[in-house]
């Protein structure tokens, strides 16, 4: 592990605050998903059509892409490209210099964070209005998002009070989490209506028709892209799907798989600018279409992750993330699904870690709603280290080691047997508490103490 | 080569016809319904209010025989909730030929708005959603600024599915807006507690228009 990595996890292992945060929220969502789940005997077969619609897409993604961007263009969109996050980030500043924009609405999107536009937007000098209420959060704390759904979990209630009675204008009592929700919808009321431009991103683009879907509870994304008069939409490439049609399906698995609703409160498929006589609507429509690394994935053998919804159901799930939490990932994406695209963003010399962090358990692929094979995407990264060279030396030795002991039967066989009065040593009514070698497992949990034979001995006894 | 062209010569996946491709589509879709959640069964519009008022959404629905009875029902709600006799009209044209004497409308928006009155095309079964076209007749911050959205929603127009609700707008033009409304903002971002009026609407009020001619 490295340094940097295994500092994040000791900091967040050592804050109490934190795993209380995050139970209480992945713990609610867990629960309302398999409410969900469980009255929808066909979610397996759908699942199964979930995944297909994904991967004709993908597998034809030069066509869809054409399709799109024809459609959105006669629906007077203005399609850009951009491959990697630095056109993206140039090309929303260009458009808002363009518009003469001094200040810029947006909602929530996991693009925009992975292409790092929240800080484009800054260095510009352009003001940057988060309008999603945990992205607000996260902004007033000068914090980064620890969630792909919930991107504040990682604060509690009393967090979330205290920042706002600083910095709220007029936060009133904060006596609630009602009374907070209040005071963020009297701050946030009139700065979406100044806007100048609007920022979403995109849950799905629809080829056929070159509309644009998002998806809220709260109806943020649809005051950030309705008063300014610019809406730009960030999106990645893959989030294609053939028509309206297809999209519903993916809808009723999304939404269920993130927080176990049927479908999101506000579910808006935007296609061109405001058309003439419209009583309201922006007057230039702009979509960024962004690659960011999604064509290497297709060829290095990850397009199974470009099926990726952004549920967050994968790290709901995780036994390591509900440890941990977001932050000490050091990706834009947590959890099983940024193990997965974190080494493809940022180089698999810097996050290797990730990989690694990941008991294999596969609740992760049980729950995911297009069933990505993430277990074993993880493994591939794994596999990619070793053979890059790029596994740390004590591992390294230490796999070597075990090998030859591996190799040799008769060798193993002995060292167990030699071993395993040894570790018994340490125990005390059967948990080990402290042990050298052992101290990154015993520092944060007891390990179980050994049976008196190992397993093979138990065996030949039986036999004889 | 231009960002375009780099992103579609690397991605591949242009070169097949397009008929084979809209064949295997289609044939996505042919396995939708046998594998949807069994949410419709009955009459849609019965399912649909069953569904908008249920525990889930939690909107609040009320009966009227007519579309003449929506003036009175808007006041009794208005009444029933100490608002004032003030409510913001959508500009359609069924709900500007109603009798609104008594109350006091207006067809302009206010940031904070206390409550507005709209007429949605049509309505879905399934998910209890209220489905919005924006145009002329409909601004689409009508149903996102007001603090109270009260909706005249149609038995004859529901339809059952998601799926009816995308075969019906195949068939049109797309609107700069198609928006699905599910229920009254929500959030659920301090510690997974859900709260009502986030941004948008904290209260969603459906005005169900009973069917004139009901099977006998």
């Known amino acids: 592990m490295t340094a940097a990595f295994s500092a994040r996890v000791d900091k967040a292992l050592a804050d109490p605050t934190l795993k209380v945060a995050i139970d209480r929220t992945t713990g609610t969502a867990r629960t309302k998903r398999a409410a969900a789940v469980a009255a929808w005997p066909q979610f397996e077969a759908a699942r199964d059509l979930g995944r297909d619609i994904k991967d004709h897409v993908i597998a034809n993604l030069g066509f869809y892409l054409a399709e799109f961007e024809c459609n959105a263009k006669a629906s007077g969109a203005q399609v850009h490209w951009a491959r990697t996050a630095e056109e993206a980030c140039a090309t929303v500043v260009g458009i808002c210099r363009g518009a003469g924009a001094k200040s810029v609405t947006r909602a929530k999107s996991m693009l925009g964070e992975e292409i790092g536009l929240p800080h484009a937007l800054d260095d510009a000098g352009i003001e940057r209005v988060e309008t999603d209420l945990a992205e607000h959060i996260v902004q007033l704390a000068g914090d980064r998002p620890s969630h792909i759904v919930w991107p504040a979990l990682h604060k509690t209630r009393e967090q979330v009070g205290e920042l706002f009675r600083r910095l709220h204008a007029d936060p009133g009592a904060l006596d609630s989490v009602e009374a907070m929700v209040g005071s963020a919808r009297r701050q946030l009321r009139q700065k979406f209506m100044r806007a100048d431009v609007g920022i979403s991103g995109a849950n799905f683009l629809i080829a056929d028709t070159g509309a644009v879907c998002t998806v809220t509870n709260e109806g943020n994304a649809e005051l950030t892209t309705t008063p300014p008069r610019v809406h730009i939409v960030t999106a990645g490439i893959e989030k294609l799907v053939p028509s309206l049609e297809h999209a519903m399906t993916l809808l009723r698995l999304l939404v269920r798989s993130a927080t176990g609703a049927e479908l999101t409160q506000y579910t808006t498929f935007h296609c061109g600018p405001r058309r003439p006589g419209d009583a309201d609507g922006p007057e230039a429509f702009h979509i960024?279409?962004?690659?960011?690394?999604?064509?290497?994935?297709?060829?290095?053998?990850?397009a199974d992750m470009l099926r990726c919804l952004r549920c967050g159901a994968c790290l709901n799930h995780c036994v390591v993330y509900r440890q941990i939490g977001g932050h000490a990932y050091g990706g834009v994406y947590p959890g099983p699904m940024g193990s997965v695209l974190t080494p493809v963003l940022d180089g698999l010399a810097e996050s290797q870690d990730l990989p690694r962090a990941c008991t294999l358990n596969g609740q992760c692929q049980e729950v995911c709603p297009v069933k990505i094979p993430l277990p074993t995407l993880l493994r591939g990264w794994r596999d990619r280290a070793w053979r890059e060279g790029l596994e740390p030396t004590v591992s390294r030795v230490g796999i070597g080691v075990w090998r030859i002991f591996a190799l040799r039967p008769w060798l193993y066989r002995l060292a167990t047997r030699l071993a395993l009065p040894m570790i018994?040593?340490?125990?005390?009514?059967?948990?080990?508490?402290s042990m050298p070698l052992a101290g990154g497992w015993t520092r944060h949990r007891d390990f179980p103490a050994p049976a008196r034979r190992s397993f093979m001995d138990q065996i030949e006894r039986t036999r004889r | 080569m231009s960002a375009r062209d780099a992103i579609l010569a690397a991605v591949g996946g242009a070169s097949r016809p397009k008929a084979d491709l809209a064949r295997e589509a289609a044939a996505l879709l042919d396995r939708v319904p046998g594998l949807r959640p069994d949410r419709v069964t009955g009459d849609p519009a019965e399912a649909f209010l069953a569904r908008v008022a249920g525990a889930a959404i939690g909107a609040t629905a009320t009966r009227v025989a007519a579309l003449s009875d929506v003036p009175g029902a808007v006041r009794a709600y208005l009444d029933g909730h100490n608002l004032s006799p003030t409510v913001t009209l959508q500009p359609h044209p069924k709900l500007g030929e109603l009798d609104w004497s008594g109350l006091d409308t207006h067809s302009a928006i206010a940031v904070d708005e206390a409550a507005s009155v709209l007429i949605a095309p049509y309505a879905v079964a399934e998910t209890g959603s209220l489905v919005f076209r924006s145009g002329p007749d409909m601004p689409v911050l009508f149903a996102f600024l007001p603090l109270h959205c009260l909706v005249v929603v149609e038995a004859a127009s529901v339809v059952a599915w998601l799926e009816d609700c995308a075969g019906i707008e195949a068939k049109r033009a797309a609107?700069?807006?198609?928006?699905?409304?599910?229920g009254a903002s929500g959030t659920t971002d301090i510690e997974g507690a859900l709260v009502r009026g986030a941004h948008g609407p904290a209260s969603l009020h459906v005005i169900f228009v009973e069917p004139s001619n009901p099977e006998p």
């Open chain 1, 288 to 302: 960024v279409l962004v690659d960011n690394g999604r064509t290497r994935m297709l060829a290095d053998g990850l």
């Open chain 2, 175 to 182: 609107p700069r807006n198609l928006n699905l409304i599910t």
């Open chain 1, 424 to 433: 018994r040593l340490f125990a005390r009514r059967g948990w080990i508490a």
